[in-house]
């Protein structure tokens, strides 16, 4: 018998694919933002022609919202549990831990702990990730870095 090689198809070459860029959320609207375009639109304005005019330039779809019928000028109050700390109390956390090395490594409950805020650590967890910073695990070098190198390093 004739053993012929059948050459195996290759997979032609596709691109990794990536998340999709989010974009950031739009600000809300206060109460008079939403007057200015609801008058705006009774008086014969188009959304694209609102948006230009406007100096905080809300969305085509924010405008669209708002000029629908069924929506009040004033704003409903958000949902949602409010958070234990204060704006004041966030940023005194955002201060210390920026002041040192070791301010950085303390574990939430030692933070609970010094600062005495009267929270649990999971309230200066949700803080912290609320104001961008994560946690991740120091790994040591395992490769040995001779004198030399290192004062190069310095230098």
Known sequence: MDQSVVPVSVAPFRPIPHPPIRRPKAPDLSRDQRRDIRLLYSIGWSKTQIRRHLPYAPTIRQIQYVCSDNIRATPTK??????????????????????????????????????????????????????????????????????????????
Do not use: C, H
Request: proline share 3%; no cysteine; glycine share 4%.
């Open 78 to 155: 958000r949902s949602g549990r409010p958070p234990v700390l204060t704006q004041a109390q966030i940023e005194e956390l955002v201060e210390f831990i920026y002041a040192s090395s070791t301010n950085r490594r303390m574990s939430f409950q030692k933070l609970a702990e010094v600062l005495d805020f009267g929270v649990k650590k999971q309230a200066i967890r949700s803080a912290l990730l609320r104001e961008g910073f994560s946690r991740r695990l120091a790994i040591e070098s395992l490769r040995y870095i001779s004198a030399k190198n290192k004062q190069l390093r310095w230098d």
